[in-house]
Structures are given as structure tokens and as C-alpha cells.
């Protein structure tokens, strides 16, 4: 309705306490202060139907997919997060090489979900199957039942689900130590 905040919310409680069914539509551009009143209103009105959606989290697949080219292969958004999957070499990630699968676990940051068993030179750079020169199928060579003692090599490839902060840690030159072993996963 209006480009404040705290309008936009007035506006959409008086509209609430008027026709509590009412389905409304709120702009918000504070990610902290609308995650906030997301969770207020769905605890207040627990039988309308409250979605919050912001711009950028909407765009944010798109932009880490344009930011980070073929590595990133979809994204989803969770709550006013994004979970992004992406293909990574093992090698050259010290927080990956040398560990297992368990001990490469970050908690709300990545995980390791399945990896890519077809030989280096062999890879497809989007991880599909696609079909071969001589029309039979290229299997992507996606293994998805990890084992958590399986020691994570250099030449290996996988594919992680992770938020976008977890990712650019993981690409960037964050922590050089390894994770904690275990824990579960949370966006």
C-alpha cells in the first residue's frame, strides 16, 4: 500500500480486526521486522492463510545463481530464507577434504547430499543425465544414499544443500577449521 513499514502493518491489522478471514497482501521491506510480524500473525489469526514473501528473497535464487554461475543448481525459498543446491569440488575446501560426510555437516549452514560418482573428466557441469553422441543416455552418476563415514576426497564432486551465508563461507575464505561432527539440519 504505502512504501512504510509500520503503515503497511496498521493498514493490515485493522483490516484483520474488521474481517479476521480477510486474505492480505503485505509489503514489508525490513526482512527482520516482516519475519516478526509473519510469525505474530500466524500465531494471532493460526486459521488464515499468512504467507510473507519479500522482493529479494524472491529474487535471491536468481541473483546466487547468476553471482555463482553453473555451481548453483536451484534454490528454494524457506520461510524469508533461500536454500540453494549447489555442485562443488571437494577439492581445495578444507571444511570438505579428508572429512566425512557427518564431520562435513555445518548445522544451518550446509549439508552434503549426494555426490557425484562419474570420473572427473567425464562430468557434466549441470550434473544432468543427458544423451551421448551415440544417442544412449549419460546417467548423471548421482549417488543420494551417503554414507556418514564416507571420506570426502579431493576429486570428488557433491552436491550440498545450503543457505546463502553457509555457501559463501563455504566459497570464501571463512573458517579454516573443521566443522563439529554432528547436529541437525536447520535453514
Known amino acids: 500500500m504505502t512504501s ?10 485493522y483490516a484483520r480486526s474488521v474481517e479476521p ?3 492480505v497482501s503485505l509489503r514489508l521491506y525490513d526482512d527482520a521486522f516482516a519475519l516478526a510480524v509473519y510469525r505474530t500473525l500466524r500465531a494471532a489469526h493460526p486459521h488464515a492463510f499468512t504467507r510473507s514473501r519479500s522482493v529479494s528473497t524472491l529474487a535471491a535464487p536468481a541473483f546466487a545463481g547468476a553471482m555463482m554461475g553453473r555451481r ?6 524457506v520461510e524469508r530464507r533461500v536454500l540453494v543446491f549447489a555442485a562443488l569440488d571437494v577439492a581445495g575446501h578444507p571444511q570438505l577434504e579428508g572429512c566425512t560426510v557427518a564431520e562435513s555437516f ?3 549452514a550446509w549439508r552434503a ?10 562430468r557434466l557441469p549441470d550434473l544432468a543425465a543427458s544423451p551421448s553422441y551415440d544417442g544412449t543416455e549419460h546417467p548423471s552418476g548421482l549417488i543420494w544414499d551417503l554414507h556418514p563415514g564416507y571420506v570426502l576426497r579431493p576429486q570428488d ?17 571463512g573458517s579454516r577449521t573443521r566443522p563439529p561432527a554432528t ?4 535453514p
Not at 512504510?4 to 502493518?9: G, K, V
Not at 548453483?72 to 525459498?77: E, Q, S, V
Not at 547436529?183 to 536447520?186: A, C, D, F, P, R
Request: proline residues 6%; hydrophobic residues 45%.
Open 157 to 173: 564432486r557433491v552436491v550440498l544443500a545450503a543457505t546463502r551465508q553457509g555457501l559463501a563461507e563455504l566459497l570464501g575464505a
Open 4 to 13: 512504510s513499514d509500520t503503515t503497511n502493518l496498521e493498514a493490515a491489522l
Open 113 to 122: 547430499l549426494a555426490i557425484d560418482s562419474a570420473a572427473p573428466d567425464e
Open 106 to 108: 555445518r548445522p544451518g
Open 72 to 77: 548453483i543448481l536451484g534454490a528454494i525459498p
Open 21 to 23: 478471514g480477510l486474505r
Open 183 to 186: 547436529g541437525t539440519w536447520s
